[in-house]
């Protein structure tokens, strides 16, 4: 049985060089970078929140800003590319 997935854009603008690179290391294990501050995620519930429980304990929420947006199935068969980059898929992906 495929488990429950969805696709999630997260996109960051973090001050410092140092937290920056801890944030898109947490991210490198989660999803495939598509910009340099833009990663599409394909995750499951738990890998969702454990990946914004390991953002939060790394950014300044003073002056850092990471935001998570959910993509719905209908969306996502929406999504364009201009110029060089490729759709992250995944075979099981089940979009809810």
């Given at each position: 049985?495929?488990?429950?997935?969805?696709?999630?854009?997260?996109?960051?603008d973090?001050?410092?060089?140092?937290?920056?690179?801890?944030?898109?290391?947490?991210?490198?294990?989660?999803?495939?970078?598509?910009?340099?501050?833009?990663?599409?995620?394909?995750?499951?519930?738990?890998?969702?929140?454990?990946?914004?429980?390991?953002?939060?304990?790394?950014?300044?929420?003073?002056?850092?800003?990471?935001?998570?947006?959910?993509?719905?199935?209908?969306?996502?068969t929406?999504?364009?590319?201009?110029?060089?980059?490729?759709?992250?898929?995944?075979?099981?992906?089940?979009?809810?």
């Amino acid at each position: 049985m495929a488990v429950n997935k969805s696709l999630y854009l997260v996109c960051f603008d973090i001050v410092e060089d140092k937290c920056r690179y801890r944030v898109v290391k947490i991210l490198l294990k989660y999803g495939a970078r598509v910009q340099k501050s833009v990663f599409e995620c394909i995750l499951n519930d738990k890998q969702y929140l454990d990946m914004k429980c390991e953002i939060e304990a790394k950014i300044n929420f003073s002056q850092d800003s990471v935001r998570y947006y959910q993509i719905c199935k209908r969306c996502s068969t929406l999504i364009q590319i201009s110029g060089l980059g490729t759709f992250s898929q995944d075979e099981e992906l089940i979009i809810v």
